[in-house]
């Protein structure tokens, strides 16, 4: 990152990227405290593509601060997971979730769709596993990924009674329709009886003797 010192920013033409590479600038003597600093720069500079005018491509801009691309992206994608967790309290005033936590801790927590982080905190508090700004990022880790574990499970388990849910209702509706199915073939049975009974009421003795031999001789 030290790399950004040597960038010449008066000379580049996009004032906004200006802007923002110098406080990059003034952020990296002290980057411990300002990592914030400098991962929010980076996401302005990302989302208004204040990049192409002077490098092109953000590729480009990456190798110039002395950082691969992979590691620019992560910066960014943390600033605007870290700006879009808040929390709104019962009279309204809206919070950062994750304010006072390091650039380092949210790289461990992201794996966390962002509607799920506040779910996430409130199911690990009173455990060993709550964390807290203090805390390190082997603990966040662990914590993070035991609340993955646990919804997977939870997610798996929800998935399996559907599908058995479906399974029985699909078994259902074909012994309904096995049942409907014989249902109409012993109407049509009685009916085809009925029919054979009146005939052979009414039928003359002659009548009922070709019948006799047509039966014989076909079945």
Not at 6 to 17: C, F, G, Q, V, Y
Not at 146 to 151: G, S
Not at 186 to 195: F, G
Request: hydrophobic share 35%; aromatic share 6%; glycine share 2%.
């Amino acid at each position: 990152m030290n790399e950004v010192m040597t960038i010449d920013t008066t000379a580049l033409a996009n004032k906004d990227l200006r802007k923002h590479l110098n406080e990059i600038k003034k952020a990296v003597d002290t980057i411990g405290a300002n990592r914030w600093k400098v991962a929010d720069a980076l996401r302005k500079i990302a989302e208004n593509d204040e990049y192409k005018e002077d490098f092109k491509t953000d590729t480009a801009l990456a190798e110039a601060l002395g950082m691969k691309r992979q590691n620019f992206q992560k910066l960014v994608k943390a600033s605007k997971y870290h700006a879009e967790c808040k929390a709104v309290d019962e009279d309204g005033n809206v919070s950062l979730l994750l304010d006072g936590f390091s650039v380092s801790a949210v790289f461990e927590i992201i794996v966390i769709p962002i509607d799920e982080v506040s779910t996430y905190f409130d199911c690990m508090v009173g455990t060993e596993l709550a964390i807290t700004k203090e805390s390190t990022c082997k603990e966040v880790r662990e914590s993070v990924q035991t609340y993955k574990a646990w919804t997977d499970e939870s997610a798996e388990s929800s998935e399996s009674d559907a599908e058995s849910a479906e399974t029985a209702e699909s078994e259902e509706s074909v012994e309904s329709d096995t049942e409907s199915a014989e249902k109409r073939g012993d109407e049509e049975l009685v009916n085809a009886i009925t029919r054979i009974t009146d005939f052979l009421n009414h039928a003359s003795r002659e009548e009922v003797l070709e019948v006799k031999d047509f039966i014989e001789k076909h079945y």
